[in-house]
């Protein structure tokens, strides 16, 4: 559905992307992980249009879309939900929805699409006439995530679904993004907690400075004692993923 080959991104001639390549097929959960400024948000932004590439392929669906404007590729079906919900704060929970179906293919079928939304985030329906401003974090994260339901995603763009939310939050959020998926969305997700990504993703990519370091399964990149200690700078393997569930770290 999404190949990536080669893709350069520079701030300022100061190089954020050095030529990463990776795949994302239809009905996967792709998650790409890596430390603070390895250059995850900036992939998600130059796959929708935010920023545009200096070198490098994006093809989606076998049409080469580096360059598109955002509004193009939201046309296509391409939604990123960036780093920091973004919520509208003085709309209500359904003006902010509303906004999300602003895309001629979403407008298509929006009163069954928002019922939708509201029979997965119950929360949403009690709140719908309340401002954006006046949500929980948590909520918030679930109005996003709404809004992003509301434009139709074929591939769904996330930059850290999970960042400043309590345990219990954390864990709506991945029901959410299970729902999605057998919604039948296509989902990369960026993600600090490589633990919760890698436990919903099919496959991973380990990003480092701007380059594609490490590619494997979900499963087999939770249980790589190297991504944690060597990509992810985390001293213990064992301390971070929690340990008691998971196979041993290999020794050698
Ligand atoms: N608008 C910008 N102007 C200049 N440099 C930028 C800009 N945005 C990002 N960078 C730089 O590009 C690199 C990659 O940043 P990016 O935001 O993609 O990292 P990230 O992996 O998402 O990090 P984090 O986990 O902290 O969100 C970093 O070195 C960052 O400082
Ligand atoms: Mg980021």
Redesign the pocket.
């Known amino acids: 559905m999404l190949r990536i080959e080669n893709l350069h991104v520079d701030?300022?001639r100061?190089p954020?992307l050095r030529g990463i390549s990776m795949d994302v097929r239809a009905g996967e959960i792709v998650a790409l992980i890596?430390a603070?400024?390895?250059?995850?948000?900036?992939t998600l932004k130059a796959i929708s249009g935010l920023i545009k590439p200096a070198a490098g392929k994006i093809e989606f669906n076998d049409q080469p879309t580096a360059g598109f404007a955002p509004e193009q590729l939201v046309e296509l079906g391409i939604i990123h939900v960036p780093?920091g919900r973004r919520i509208f704060p003085r709309l209500t929970v359904e003006e902010n929805l509303k906004v999300g179906a602003y895309a001629a293919r979403a407008r298509i079928g929006e009163k069954a699409t928002i019922d939708r939304v509201y029979e997965l985030f119950p929360r949403l329906a009690e709140r719908r006439k309340q401002a954006g401003a006046s949500l929980s974090g948590g909520e918030q994260q679930m109005l996003a995530f709404g809004r992003a339901m509301m434009a139709k995603p074929v591939l769904l763009l996330l930059d850290?679904p999970s960042l400043g939310l309590a345990p219990i939050l954390v864990e709506e959020v991945a029901s959410a993004i299970d729902r999605f998926h057998d919604g039948g969305v296509t989902v990369l997700l960026?993600e600090?907690n490589a633990e919760l990504a890698l436990s919903l993703a099919t496959r991973g990519f380990v990003i480092e400075t701007g380059r594609i370091v490490l590619t494997d399964t979900g499963p087999n990149l939770l249980n790589n004692p190297k991504v944690w200690t060597s990509y992810l700078g985390q001293e213990d393997w064992e301390v971070t993923t929690g340990g008691e569930h998971r196979a041993p770290a290999a020794s050698n």
């Open positions: 701030y300022d100061i954020a890596g603070n400024g390895a250059g995850k948000s900036t780093e850290e960026v600090q």
